[in-house]
């Protein structure tokens, strides 16, 4: 019993972050047909940002909150200064521009900042446990769901009962249909772009607290999780995307807690293996559309 709740708090923890980072890159496909990959380092600049907020002596709530509306703002910036110049050039183009935002944010944290990683000072009362039964919970893991879950829970409400929101799941249909609601596409993929940057930050910060640390590559495993559950649950599905960040938490945890030892260094191989398995039921992803070839 113990083992199973501690599993499942790790799941919802874990499937949580990965959640808000696929809906991130999802909301970004959804209008412009991108995959993000500089978005991994949105999360890193919300570290640094949360960092920089501690060690000036501000609340940790406040310094939170900064980092969150700076990876909101840092996301929308990175639009108007990479991709809105390349935003009628080919899927390529776009790609690889992100590889280059990517990588050149990453050579500055390196030089401009520190190689090495950062230790991020956390108040005293999420290092401490509760005890559930038998089981210990961190309150870090607690505050993780619990942010987590709410996040989760407004963007349901956004994206169904607000403008934007009914905004961005008609463009996940049908782009086109975005003009007839009366809206210049510009400020609708800028606006995404915002929100990517800002579900980025939460994610970040929730990584950042239940991690310790900062450094410069902290966003590579992260986003690239992200991205294979955006695939699980269907590129341009927001409900996918959250769907999929569960089942890739699942079955990494799963592994990590009770795959043998002496199979424990094929982990990564074996979670990998199941996703292509998940991926030759459902081509197209779990949620995704399919594609009818032209005859």
């Known amino acids: 019993m113990e083992s199973l709740i501690s599993y499942v708090v790790n799941v ?6 990965y959640a808000l980072l ?3 890159l999802a909301v970004v496909f959804s209008v412009l047909g991108l995959i993000n990959f500089a978005h991994g380092e949105l999360m890193t600049l919300t570290g640094y940002v949360l960092l920089a907020g501690i060690l000036m002596g501000q609340p940790f709530w406040l310094a939170v909150l900064i980092a ?7 996301a929308a910036l990175m ?16 790609l690889m521009t992100s590889f280059a935002v990517s990588m050149l944010l990453q050579v500055i944290f390196q030089n401009g900042i520190s190689p090495r990683g950062q230790a991020v000072p956390v108040p005293a009362w999420l290092t401490t446990s509760i005890s559930v039964g038998v089981s210990q919970i961190s309150k870090v893991q607690i505050m993780s769901i619990t942010v987590g879950l709410v996040a989760l829970i407004f963007l349901k409400f956004f994206f169904d009962r607000s403008y934007w929101g009914w905004a961005i799941k008609a463009a996940a249909n049908d782009f086109e249909i975005v003009g007839l609601m009366g809206i210049k596409a510009s400020r609708l993929i800028t606006f995404a772009f915002l929100l990517s940057g800002l579900l980025a930050g939460i994610a970040g910060v929730l990584w950042v607290v239940q991690r310790g640390s900062v450094d410069p590559l902290m966003g590579f495993k992260p986003v690239l999780a992200a991205f294979i559950v955006a695939v699980i649950g269907g590129l ?8 999929g960040g569960f089942i890739l938490s699942s079955i990494e945890i799963a592994l990590q807690t009770w795959l043998p030892a002496n199979v424990m260094p094929y982990r990564e191989a074996i979670t990998y293996t199941i996703v292509v398995l998940i991926l030759s039921v459902f081509p197209n992803g779990i949620f995704g559309k399919r594609v009818q070839e032209k005859v």
């Open 12 to 17: 919802i923890s874990l499937g949580g972050t």
């Open 236 to 243: 341009g599905s927001l409900t996918g995307a959250v769907f």
């Open 79 to 94: 639009e108007f200064a990479a991709f809105r110049p390349v935003r009628n050039a080919s899927g390529a183009t776009l």
């Open 68 to 74: 969150v509306i700076a990876g909101g703002v840092s």
């Open 22 to 24: 696929a809906l991130g």
